[in-house]
């Protein structure tokens, strides 16, 4: 398929789309008390950057860009995987997914 | 352009989100979420004018509606009380953005995002959010867990976000105009030259009389370039212009990248596919402690059974 040129413009709606969605992705993380809702948050980070680099790649006439989302993928599926099974434990234990109630972890 | 212009839609969209996330009556939530995506279709204007009168290229309107689709999604899904609600929030955020990457004419990563994320992860999620959780009863709130309903901190995250978001746009805003030049669209010929088998049909498809192989050049290339026409020439001499339609398409550009230029890191995504499979089956087993007593008191139950 041959692809048609692609504005520095467009590239920087693509970019600053990608952001917004990274930013949403930090506020949720931070801002959410649920263990599981945030790791669905950092699922949301990976996402900008899933756009950010199929943009650049894009933008580069380069399939280099969508082979990093597959890699993306895999992380996130590696990273859902064991994260959830942490959290199946760490329910187990407690009874709560509040993340403060875990704080003699830190201490 | 102002300078001030894109922070000040940045601050805007920073006020909007932490009016979303705090807690607070639904009509006023659905306002803040609507005046968020508001504020981020008023920066993405500011920043594709500015760009646009240096370059001259517009946004489509299905990149508009599939970006607030996805700014709209994904603040509903952080703002949501009910866990598995954001997770539903989530899979539109995935669809949206499917939406992007196929207006980045990206074909096969939009739909290898449906089916791995929204179908894949997010059911595992789903799942554990169904293991977890007590689904509470809508219409009483106060069975909701205390920590769906207050938020951490809402007004250092959005500082915190408000900061990222400056530097992310003005990144974007001056670093633009000095990206280094575009390469030439030759990217998919080289791709077909890799790919004989495809090159060869293709080639007889157009022509049959083309006398196969074509010559190469000096550096062992057999697709040329006149300006913006690929040819090839036959061992006679005969030069045929290749035609578009005879690209290689995204999925198989895709592949080819993905084995010739990262072999070791393909290797690498198994074995981290790998470990995390053995992890999460070493993590999720239920240790079962078995004391004397009960060892004893299996075994006597089994004499019992045989005699």
């Given at each position: 398929m041959m692809l048609a040129s692609f504005g520095a413009a467009t590239l920087a709606s693509y970019l600053v789309v990608s952001g917004i969605l990274l930013v949403i992705g930090v506020v949720g993380f931070l801002v959410r008390r649920n263990l599981i809702v945030m790791f669905l948050c950092t699922e949301l980070m990976f996402q900008g950057a899933a756009i950010a680099f199929v943009a650049a790649g894009r933008y580069y006439l380069d399939y280099s860009g969508q082979v990093m989302v597959i890699f993306i993928l895999t992380v996130a599926a590696a990273e859902a995987a064991l994260a959830l099974a942490l959290v199946v434990f760490m329910h187990r234990q407690r009874d709560t997914l509040d993340p403060d109630a875990y704080g003699e972890l830190a201490e | 352009m102002d300078p001030v212009l894109p922070y000040l839609a940045c601050l805007v969209l920073a006020l909007a989100l932490y009016a979303a996330i705090r807690p607070s009556a639904i009509t006023f939530r659905i306002g803040a979420i609507v005046a968020t995506v508001a504020a981020a279709g008023w920066l993405l204007g500011i920043i594709a004018g500015y760009l646009s009168s240096l370059e001259g290229d517009a946004a489509t309107p299905f990149f508009i509606i599939f970006s607030l689709a996805v700014i709209a999604a994904a603040v509903r899904m952080i703002s949501h009380e009910r866990p598995i609600y954001c997770a539903l929030h989530f899979i539109l955020v995935v669809i949206a953005s499917a939406g992007l990457l196929l207006l980045l004419e990206a074909e096969f990563m939009a739909f290898a995002l449906i089916i791995?994320?929204?179908?894949?992860i997010l059911i595992t999620y789903m799942f554990v959010l169904m293991l977890a959780n007590?689904?509470?009863?809508?219409?009483?709130?106060?069975?909701?867990e205390y920590y769906d309903k207050i938020p951490r901190e809402p007004a250092a995250a959005v500082g915190v976000g408000f900061l990222l978001l400056c530097i992310v746009t003005g990144t974007v805003l001056h670093g633009t105009s000095d990206l280094p030049p575009r390469p030439n669209n030759t990217v998919a010929w080289h791709t077909l030259e890799q790919l004989p088998k495809q090159f060869e049909a293709s080639i007889l498809e157009l022509d049959e009389t083309f006398a196969w192989p074509p010559q190469k050049t000096e550096q062992g290339n057999a697709i040329q370039f006149d300006q913006d026409v690929a040819y090839v020439l036959s061992a006679e001499n005969v030069r045929l212009d290749l035609d578009v339609s005879m690209a290689p398409t995204n999925t198989q550009s895709v592949g080819w990248s993905l084995v010739n230029d990262f072999p070791v890191s393909l290797e690498l995504a198994g074995v981290i596919l790998l470990m995390a499979m053995l992890g999460a089956a070493v993590l999720a087993r239920k240790a079962i402690e078995i004391g004397d007593r009960e060892k004893r008191n299996v075994l006597s139950t089994n004499e019992e059974k045989a005699s």
């Open positions: - | 791995v994320y929204a179908g894949a007590q689904a509470p009863d809508p219409n009483e709130p106060e069975t909701m």
